[in-house]
């Protein structure tokens, strides 16, 4: 869809300063309609030659609300969250979903005090 908005002639023909402020304004309005987003980097792949160094890889974004990211490499899929809030309960709730699912799983975590 993006791809026929800039190929559209007229819209083109509009100074890039309107088009801008058109587009914040229209980020900044679909920026509250939604509370989380979901990324799927897919299969990550690598040269034979360095997949032995390699144990993972994880994929984290900055945020101003939750982000789930996703990737896999060599029969292992990472989930990733980053998140603006305090709280881990959504992601707690995610893991427990899949456990009780009986799907394995691993979580690593940092730990941040509040000093």
């Known amino acids: 869809m993006l791809s026929s908005l800039e190929h559209n002639?007229?819209?083109r023909a509009i100074p890039l300063a309107i088009k801008?402020?058109?587009?914040?304004i229209a980020s900044n309005i679909v920026d509250r309609s939604y509370?989380?987003?979901?990324?799927?980097?897919?299969i990550v792949n690598v040269p034979d030659e360095i997949k032995p160094f390699i144990s993972s890889f994880d994929i984290f974004v900055s945020t101003n609300k939750l982000q789930a990211c996703a990737c896999s490499f060599e029969n292992n899929l990472r989930i990733s969250f980053t998140s603006?809030?305090?709280?881990?309960?959504?992601?707690?709730?995610?893991f427990k979903t899949l456990t009780d699912m009986g799907i394995p799983v691993t979580i690593e975590s940092?730990?941040?005090?509040?000093?």
Do not use: C, H, K, W
Not at 20 to 24: K, M
Not at 86 to 93: A, D, K, L
């Open 9 to 11: 002639y007229l819209l």
């Open 20 to 24: 801008d402020i058109a587009l914040r």
């Open 35 to 42: 509370t989380s987003t979901l990324s799927n980097v897919g």
């Open 84 to 94: 603006a809030f305090v709280s881990t309960e959504i992601q707690r709730r995610f």
């Open 110 to 115: 940092n730990i941040v005090s509040e000093e």
